[in-house]
């Protein structure tokens, strides 16, 4: 895990310094609101449908457990009880005074946590692979290159301005658990022909209401030429992104009008330019980065064997527990989406206690997912057990990672003042009626995505199922779409036709997966099986 | 329109700036004004006979000028470097990092505020075009 320096410790507390002032600022009333709005979200702050909201960045979603008995600390002491895991890997406390902000701000900086670029037109937190330096496909652990730019993005002072946010992950294997391809820059850490790691870079990707997966602009640009080469494609955009139509100003616009070529082009041209202003970090630096990302002291000569005869566990090991790099160890997906739960919530106590047990199993390590779940990633085999009783005690151990109701939703209308419908309700509702843990194992992977509005902050447009929320003259309706992915089959889902009720939706999703039990050839995930047969059968079985 | 906020030893220049086309028009100008959209690398062949560019900031919220200011700063233009519009004081320090070294903001700068803005990062993650030693740079000597 990183480690911050002097350096980072005061830059950090300069940051909350001049929060404070431009709080008082703004309580005071120097400033307008309309002056003051770029600057409290360019540290998180939101003003929601009923209180402030506050997004705290997890950089590229790790964590230690003191910083997550923090987060437990702030959902106690400052919120309700509880907090709100992201599709960006970050977390959000929705009843936040704003007055008590500075202060949430100071507590965090005592565990090297902050807000800094969780929202605004800049760079946000940058997103990775959860299982990095965990997983068994990775050919390097891409945290070290997510640091490396969340240093660089750091109070960047030629894109604090863009015309829009800016998101980017960073992964290290060929299976995608970032929806890598649909982020501002998706980077993909390779190596080359040489053996030399380096970058291989997509740009322009996005969801939104124009959703668009990002077509790779530069195979491989080496770590000497990292900083540079991802300076000119910002630089590129902050000059030619559009700002006169906030729903044209992502830089999937302006690369889908000028086409990838000729924004390749330009990005070489500055790239030329830039490159000369020894702006790139040196291999020593990177070196020093990544020796805080160093594996732990894995045991060797452990067993791979688990004692498979509690058949609840035996369930749980099935869906939740995924391949690690080191012998006898594995990955552990704890889920955050009970039955009847919201997606992404834990309270302080259950945030508690998975910091405890990443401290006694994991080597002190969490992970946020996009999924909205948490993730243990070092815990040995022979422990795993132990792990899956305290998590069940504490109602963490739902086996359905990846399954129907392992649910990606947004907070929609229960919160946010831009939806046009619930989504938390709708996720009850269809987790409720698949609950049966059987049937959504009979029924396979299938990443059921839903937003309460067009602004897809829970990816509809990626989910195997995807949901969207509608304004219909007054009132809530439901799209359907199929198709979507936004692993490294990437896809980008169609909808069905008219959209439905909130009962509606979650009898037409019934119907859609019976069309697949009936259809599905051997090992064909639902996904799959839309993709053969197409849109056609699904539609006489919904609308027919 | 409020003073120039100034962070330069010589003299304001006295010229007004005129638009790009009347400059690029023009074979004697030596101060010219960018609008947002225009493309500072225009002016690059004729840099050595600037003493001020000024660029604009239609809204505090359009950032096309801190590239432009880069962009004059890393092409080695020395002159006075000027942004001028909806210039905030929290931009200011960003502005500066930029290569802006003269600000013309259309409403006052609270000078107190904006003293403890500019004294407040001691030092800065990324290099820029300013004379801040990047954090990487000072880590690895
Ligand atoms: S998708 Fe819409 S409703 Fe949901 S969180 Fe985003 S803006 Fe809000």
């Known amino acids: ?544 | 329109m409020v003073d120039a906020i100034r962070f330069r030893d010589d003299e304001a220049h006295d010229e007004p700036a005129v638009t790009l086309d009347s400059f690029l028009g023009q074979s004697n100008a030596t101060a010219v004004r960018i609008e947002a959209g225009e493309d500072a690398r225009v002016l690059l062949p004729h840099l050595d006979r600037l003493a001020l560019v000024e660029v604009s900031f239609p809204k505090f919220r359009d950032g096309r000028g801190y590239s432009s200011g880069r962009i004059l700063r890393e092409a080695g233009y020395t002159g006075e470097l000027r942004a001028q519009g909806d210039v905030l004081v929290d931009q200011i320090p960003l502005m500066r990092r930029c290569g802006f070294d003269s600000f013309a903001p259309e409403a006052p700068v609270d000078a107190a505020v904006l003293e403890a803005s500019l004294a407040r990062y001691s030092v800065h993650y990324q290099a820029a075009a300013d004379s801040h030693i990047p954090v990487w740079k000072r880590r690895n000597g």
């Open chain 1, 1 to 544: 895990m990183y480690k911050y320096d002097e350096y980072d410790h005061s830059i950090v507390a300069a940051r909350i310094d001049e929060f404070r002032d431009q709080v008082r600022r703004r309580l005071e009333g120097h400033m307008t609101e309309d002056q003051f709005k770029p600057l409290r979200l360019m540290n998180g702050l939101y003003l929601q449908l009923h209180a402030y909201m506050l997004r705290v960045a997890v950089p590229y979603g790790t964590m230690d457990s003191r910083q997550m008995r923090m987060l437990g600390r702030i959902a106690r002491k400052y919120d309700r009880g509880y907090g709100h895991f992201t599709t960006r890997q970050n977390i959000q406390f929705n009843w936040i005074k704003l007055a008590d902000t500075p202060e949430i701000l100071e507590e965090l900086a005592t565990v090297e946590m902050h807000a800094i670029q969780t929202s605004g037109n800049c760079i946000r937190n940058i997103s990775s692979d959860q299982f990095a330096g965990a997983a068994a496909d990775e050919v390097t652990d891409p945290r070290p290159w997510a640091e490396l730019l969340r240093q660089w993005s750091t109070f960047h002072p030629e894109f604090t301005y863009l015309p829009r946010k800016f998101k980017i992950a960073v992964i290290a294997s060929d299976t995608d658990r970032a929806a890598m391809r649909l982020h501002d820059i998706g980077i993909q850490i390779v190596k080359n022909d040489a053996g030399e790691l380096g970058g291989r870079i997509y740009v322009g990707g996005g969801m939104g209401r124009t959703p668009m997966i990002a077509p790779l602009i530069k195979d491989f640009v080496p770590f000497a030429d990292f900083i540079s080469y991802l300076e000119a494609c910002l630089r590129v955009y902050n000059r030619y992104g559009r700002r006169d139509n906030i729903y044209k100003a992502r830089i999937k616009i302006l690369i889908h009008e000028l086409g990838a070529d000729k924004y390749r082009e330009e990005v070489e041209a500055e790239f030329q330019a830039v490159k000369q202003l020894g702006i790139d970090p040196p291999q020593a630096e990177f070196d020093r980065i990544a020796a805080h990302f160093a594996p732990p002291a894995f045991e060797t000569g452990l067993s791979d064997a688990i004692d498979r005869s509690d058949p609840n566990f035996a369930a749980w090991v099935d869906q939740n527990v995924s391949a690690h790099k080191a012998a006898g160890y594995a990955v552990v997906t704890v889920s955050l989406k009970p039955t009847g739960g919201i997606p992404g919530d834990a309270s302080a106590d259950q945030i508690d206690i998975m910091a405890d047990l990443a401290e006694r199993f994991s080597f002190n390590e969490l992970r946020v997912t996009h999924a909205q779940n948490i993730v243990l990633p070092h815990v040995a085999k022979h422990d795993l057990f132990r792990v899956y009783q305290m998590l069940a005690h504490a109602g963490l151990a739902e086996a359905n990672l990846d399954l129907i109701s392992d649910i990606i939703a947004c907070p929609g209308l229960d919160y946010c003042s831009l939806a046009n419908a619930r989504s938390i309700p709708v996720a009850q509702k269809i987790a409720q009626r698949f609950a049966d843990l059987d049937r959504q194992r009979e029924l396979g992977e299938l990443k059921l995505k839903i937003s309460g509005c067009i602004n897809a902050c829970g990816h509809h447009h990626a989910g195997h199922i995807g949901i969207l929320g509608v304004d219909r003259k007054g009132t809530e309706n439901f799209q359907l779409l199929f198709g979507g992915s936004g692993a490294e089959d990437v896809s980008l889902g169609k909808i069905t036709g008219p959209g439905f009720s909130e009962d509606g939706i979650v009898d037409a999703i019934e119907k859609a997966t019976n069309v697949y039990l009936a259809q599905r050839d051997r090992g064909e995930r639902f996904v799959d099986t839309y993709r053969r047969i197409g849109m056609e059968p699904f539609k006489e079985a919904i609308y027919g």
